[in-house]
């Protein structure tokens, strides 16, 4: 889906560059995640199972466009 490759490729060029091993962690774990899913996630329809991967979803989407 393009919008989730904008929302994804936005937390890349803003905040990769200073996230921590952690966050860079969390990040390929939510690339794992099946396109449908994240996009309940980011929709707010649902909540992602794992604390880590929710306080990442919340921070990209409220990153600017």
Avoid: Y
């Amino acid at each position: 889906m393009r919008e989730l490759d904008a929302l994804l490729v936005r937390w890349l060029e803003r905040e990769r560059p200073r996230a921590s091993d952690e966050e860079r962690d969390d990040f390929l774990r939510l690339l794992d995640c099946e396109d449908d899913r994240l996009w309940r996630w980011f929709l707010g329809h649902e909540t992602p199972p794992d604390d880590a991967l929710d306080a990442l979803v919340q921070r990209i989407r409220q990153l600017p466009p």
